[in-house]
């Protein structure tokens, strides 16, 4: 078993509530009521908390980089199987999860009004979200933040492929090379092109530049590099921001460059013990997947039982952010983690 890496736990963990908290502050009843006595947080929660999703692709990166080609050259021999692997481990839990959310959704129809709760899907939709293609044949969301599970595996797959490429080269270093110089090529082209055409925003080289940047975090990180080469990687971004300057960009260059420092010091399994944002780190893709069944049921309660104030919002609301911590606690032990059942990933919001 890998070593831990709490400094990632504690990406992921937070990153992960972050999003809990954007999606509460975006959707229902509850989000209005926060917004009445909250104004600013909840502006702030809904303006800006989507951008966790950058801490999660350069994380997602950073851990795909270390486990197919620690050292730049691909470390596999079967990227079919490897293909087929990923997809299990993410869509079976998700499927699961979904399952909760069409329960979740028909509950909140009967109680509340508003377009928070999505329709009573069709076996079509469940299938294209089966099949994690959802997004590319424009069906309607089953449950917030689903496009992420299909970008993962996207993005997964397309750095699988660039490597398996670059393994087609003879000698090691011209491998190692030929990975590196594919995988910065396409993530400078998703950052500085890609990423700028929001209709591309289902495909993965939309996304591809903070998960290259991951990757690229922990490949100029290893031991024989030098702490310079990290200087590159603010060349790029500095680039990026100087054609389109955007705050996502500058909150993945932020993460690449903690997560490469932290790397070249050693501080990565070595990196402050805390058991809440361990667990937090370690049940982030179950919290996401739940999360949104949660609010929806909360917010019907609130419309149904209560007189809608904006006191008792707020209650509901940290209920709802306790409840979505504890049923993604729950949804870990006896569905991401039985691996009997399925060998778990990065994690996860509704556009």
Not at 11 to 16: D, R
Not at 54 to 71: D, H, S
Not at 315 to 331: K, Q
């Amino acid at each position: 078993m890998p070593p831990r890496m709490p400094l990632i736990d504690a990406l992921k963990g937070i990153s992960a509530q972050v999003i809990v908290l954007h999606h509460l502050a975006s959707y229902g009843p509850v989000a209005e009521a926060m917004n009445l006595l909250l104004p600013a947080l909840t502006d702030w929660l809904y303006g800006y908390g989507r951008m966790a999703v950058q801490i999660f692709l350069v994380v997602a990166g950073f851990l795909a980089a270390r486990g197919l080609a620690p050292n730049g050259v691909a470390t596999f021999v079967s990227p079919a199987d490897l293909i087929w692997k990923r997809y299990l481990r993410l869509v079976r839990p998700f499927m699961v999860a979904m399952l909760l959310a069409i329960a979740a959704a028909a509950l909140a129809r009967a109680w509340m009004l508003g377009d928070m709760p999505p329709d009573a899907p069709s076996v079509w939709q469940f299938v294209a979200h089966g099949l994690l293609l959802h997004g590319l044949l424009g069906v309607p969301s089953l449950s917030a933040g689903v496009w992420y599970v299909a970008i993962d595996f996207q993005l997964y797959a397309l750095l699988l492929g660039l490597l398996w490429l670059s393994s087609c080269a003879n000698g090691h270093d011209r491998k190692r090379h030929l990975g590196m110089v594919l995988v910065a090529a396409f993530g400078i082209a998703a950052l500085l092109h890609w990423s700028r055409n929001e209709a591309l925003d289902m495909w993965a080289i939309y996304f591809f530049g903070p998960y290259a940047l991951g990757a690229m975090s922990y490949w100029v990180s290893v031991p024989e590099r030098r702490p310079g080469c990290l200087v590159l990687l603010v060349l790029v971004g500095a680039l990026a921001l100087w054609v389109d300057f955007r705050l996502r960009v500058v909150l993945a260059l932020l993460t690449t460059l903690f997560l490469g420092a932290a790397t070249m010091a050693g501080r990565l399994e070595r990196g402050p013990e805390s058991r809440l944002i361990a667990y937090l780190g370690k049940i982030s893709y179950s919290v996401f997947l739940v999360h949104f069944p949660v609010l929806l049921i909360i917010n019907a309660c609130f419309t149904h039982f209560t007189s809608g104030s904006a006191a008792l919002g707020l209650v509901a609301a940290l209920l709802a952010w306790i409840a979505s911590i504890l049923a993604g606690g729950i949804f870990y032990r006896y569905v991401e983690s039985r691996k009997q059942w399925w060998p778990a990933p990065s994690s996860p919001e509704k556009r």
